[in-house]
């Protein structure tokens, strides 16, 4: 036994390595699964008891000649070359394909409706994606027993068994259905002129589909200062269509309802794909509707004590994913959160 031990260690202090692969020939030689040393250790359940512990620490210095060795090759590695020349770079070589990133649509879309919005004196604000009832409810003049209250629309979060649910008991915290929320923490801590838009994530517990997510993006404008009346409104509604869309774009205003404006519209722009002709985007009636609006409820105002007889505003808010659908022609509201880079790729310009 102690003779095979010997040879194994002349071989080892014999063994010369200047390759790669004659360090690889001497891992698999010596510390492989297959090597000798792998056999002596297999070999120590049958020796005899009393001889076992002498032949362990042999086997043991064995494996540690072994590792010492070839520690001593990671030169050779290092060096990086197999021929143990060093190597030199081949700059006529092709570069590798380097693909670059994209942006996602919804961020393509975000930064250009606040793009267009900042060119005509809006700035951007933020706040939390979980609200109390009031910034997201009582400040916007819902009154106790709206339906967009209900379980219906609305993530609760909370409640006795804690976590996110639509069943909770706690009502007070919820997942923000809109960015409202926003416009009422800034009325609530600056002065007017207020100008401001607020971009985010909004919650709404609705089956998910190819026009419904129970999350999507918003953006939504809010004015307020003496003076400003629905036709600013339009006006400024008008000039984002054309600079979103195209310049010939149309608008419409047709009457709606929302507890936090008054009078409230929602908006139609001419259909940016038939160009009016009729097709199923606009089912056949040349407008599709992009967003809602109306000037902010006198109620609103006080609810944030700003003066309501010295100041008025308008308000509107959007759908980033149905904007991007209609410039982009995205027929599925579920490829925006899917991830898939097929879709994804088709965005790099931007
Ligand atoms: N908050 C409304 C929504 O989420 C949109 C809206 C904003 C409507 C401002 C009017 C004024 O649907």
């Known amino acids: 036994m102690d003779d095979r031990i010997k040879k194994i260690i002349s071989e080892i202090d014999g063994f010369n390595a200047v390759t790669k692969e004659q360090v690889e020939i001497f891992r698999m030689k010596f510390l492989g699964k297959k090597s000798a040393l792998a056999d002596l250790f297999a070999e120590m359940k049958n020796i005899q008891p009393e001889l076992r512990k002498d032949f362990g620490r042999m086997v043991n210095e064995l494996k540690i000649k072994a590792e010492e060795k070839l520690n001593s090759f990671a030169g050779i590695l290092e060096a990086g070359s197999d021929s143990g020349e060093s190597e030199t770079t081949d700059l006529s070589l092709p570069a590798e394909p380097h693909e670059p990133g994209a942006r996602h649509p919804i961020s393509i879309v975000r930064r250009r409706i606040i793009e267009i919005f900042s060119q005509v004196g809006f700035t951007v604000a933020d706040g939390p994606e979980i609200e109390d009832d009031w910034h997201n409810f009582s400040a916007l003049n819902f009154p106790e027993n709206h339906p967009a209250r209900d379980m219906q629309d609305t993530f609760f979060v909370g409640g006795k068994g804690g976590g996110i649910s639509p069943a909770s008991n706690s009502q007070d915290m919820a997942l923000r259905t809109h960015t409202s929320s926003v416009q009422v923490r800034i009325m609530e801590t600056s002065k007017p002129p207020i100008r401001i838009l607020a971009p985010g994530r909004v919650y709404r517990n609705e089956a998910i589909s190819a026009r419904a997510h129970c999350f999507f993006h918003q953006v939504e404008g809010l004015y307020i200062d003496e003076g400003v009346s629905f ?120």
């Open 231 to 350: 036709a600013d409104l339009k006006q400024t509604l008008l000039y984002f269509a054309k600079e979103m869309f195209s310049a010939d774009t149309k608008i419409r205003l047709r009457p709606s309802y929302f507890p936090f404006t008054e009078p409230s519209a929602e908006m139609d722009i001419s259909c940016n794909i038939c160009r009016g002709k009729g097709c199923n985007v606009c089912k056949y009636t040349g407008w599709v509707e992009i967003l809602g609006c109306g000037m902010v409820d006198p109620n609103v105002l006080e609810n944030c004590k700003i003066d309501s007889k010295k100041y008025s505003g308008y308000a509107f808010g959007m759908g980033i994913e149905r904007i991007t659908m209609l410039k982009y022609q995205v027929k599925d509201l579920r490829l925006f959160s899917e991830n898939d880079i097929r879709f994804l790729k088709q965005f790099v310009s931007s």
